[in-house]
């Protein structure tokens, strides 16, 4: 395990990197696309994703009257060429993520009903803040200074040879990766080069961004951090990628970045974490009626996606992968005057892993009027960091609950993953200082 001091956590626990500081690369050091290493990939869904939208009542279901008059034109029917795609238990998907069912029907997708924040500060409706909450893995508390999955990453007893362990795809380092050093951010693989100014000057630009990181500042290493990965992308993923049996990403950023990151998996060079988003679902105004329009668009692209990047890496990678899908709340259960729907609760996660088990997973918690949140919203069930401590524990092998989510108490698995039950650690949180608290007023003293 990483030291848990907080000068060691910020000049980060792997060294490994910087140990190879002025090496070049080749696909034989990475290891075997065999390996056993877990791997996470966190999409997060920016704008509150209408989970009834995307996952409905259907025929047959004892709710399915109180869907349709709460939503009497954006419903997804149950007859026609747009009806919703029969899964299990009532429930249906919206015609658009057929691809969704496919994964479902396969065996490899769970869904969890009516996830989020518990608790008081789960009613915010405001987007910032519950992301903030959800990401930084401390409701109520938006000024932790770490993510969760940084958290992760400091307890997870990485070994030293690690590479790359985390890369956060886009032009931003999200949340969950805040303080984190090792992670890479790319935007595109064909963009993570050093290719300016006269080519016959490169190497020598090279050489000499070389020597002006050598340090030991965490301006030094994260330079020569940076200066490693550059060379390791150039010399392992440059040129036309072919996705892996016939898979087909969708046309756009977001197939692009899931391509990434299944070059980045098979490349072998460690990765533990990848995060990439697909915003605007914040779906106020003509959202779409009759399986059709705006969202089943924003639908299809998600759920083609995810079967693409499944596809692509169900060539012995897909048994030490588990993908999470969440938003920062749900939206109100009734559509409102301009045929969307308001800011809401609780809302579904998605779980994509050779290791999934299939169905649905939690509680429902009903939609007759007397059973929302506040008479409007979705209730929330099951505290979203249940189902990420299932995933640390049974799949990524980490029970440092304490250090992850400091304060919560992890109730045992709902069964979303296979794997084994280790005991919650709650007994060693990473900082044991006040750090987490947010407060960042004794770090000059202790950082020296």
């Not at 939208?53 to 034109?73: C, N």
Request: charged content about 15%; glycine content about 14%; proline content about 5%.
């Amino acid at each position: 395990m990483c030291q848990t001091t907080r000068r060691g956590f910020l000049v980060g626990c792997s060294s490994a990197i910087a140990s190879l500081a002025g090496a070049r690369f080749n696909s034989l050091a990475f290891g075997s696309p065999s390996s056993t290493d877990e791997v996470m990939v966190v999409i997060f869904l920016r704008g509150g994703m209408d989970g009834l939208s995307l996952v409905m009542p259907i025929a047959g279901h004892p709710d399915r009257g109180y869907y349709e008059a709460a939503r009497p034109d954006i419903q997804v029917p149950t007859s026609g060429t747009s009806a919703a795609l029969a899964l299990a238990s009532g429930f249906g998907v919206h015609p658009g993520a057929a691809r969704l069912r496919d994964l479902y029907q396969a065996g490899h997708l769970a869904i969890v009903h009516a996830a989020g924040i518990t608790g008081p500060e789960g009613a915010t409706r405001s987007h910032f803040e519950a992301m903030d909450y959800l990401e930084l893995g401390t409701p109520g508390n938006d000024g932790t200074t770490t993510g969760w999955l940084t958290r992760h990453l400091a307890t997870a007893d990485l070994p030293p040879a690690v590479t790359m362990p985390s890369i956060a795809i886009g032009g931003t380092q999200t949340t969950s990766l805040l303080g984190s050093r090792e992670t890479i951010n790319m935007e595109s693989v064909g963009d993570f080069s050093l290719d300016t100014g006269p080519w016959n000057w490169r190497s020598m630009q090279r050489q000499a961004l070389r020597e002006l990181y050598q340090g030991e500042s965490i301006v030094h290493r994260t330079g020569r951090q940076t200066l490693d990965a550059v060379d390791i992308i150039e010399l392992n993923a440059s040129g036309t990628y072919t996705p892996a049996n016939g898979a087909v990403y969708p046309s756009g950023s977001f197939g692009d970045q899931l391509k990434v990151v299944a070059q980045m998996i098979k490349l072998g060079l460690g990765l533990r974490v990848a995060t990439l988003d697909l915003g605007g679902w914040d779906t106020h105004t003509y959202q779409g009626n009759g399986g059709t329009g705006y969202f089943g668009d924003m639908a299809g692209d998600l759920a083609d996606g995810l079967h693409a990047l499944y596809l692509d890496l169900d060539s012995g990678y897909t048994q030490r992968l588990t993908v999470l899908v969440q938003s920062e709340f749900g939206r109100r259960v009734r559509q409102n005057d301009d045929d969307g729907t308001d800011h809401g609760h609780g809302n579904l996660m998605l779980v994509l892993s050779g290791h999934a088990t299939p169905g649905f997973h939690g509680t429902w918690p009903g939609l007759r009027d007397d059973q929302l949140f506040e008479g409007a919203d979705l209730a929330v069930t099951t505290d979203y960091r249940r189902v990420l401590s299932e995933i640390l524990i049974r799949r990524l092998g980490n029970p440092f609950l304490g250090s992850v989510f400091p304060g919560y108490v992890y109730p045992g698995p709902l069964g979303i993953v296979s794997g084994t039950d280790l005991p919650p650690d709650y007994s060693a949180p990473l900082f044991k200082d006040g750090f987490e608290d947010g407060s960042m007023s004794r770090w000059p003293a202790r950082l020296g």
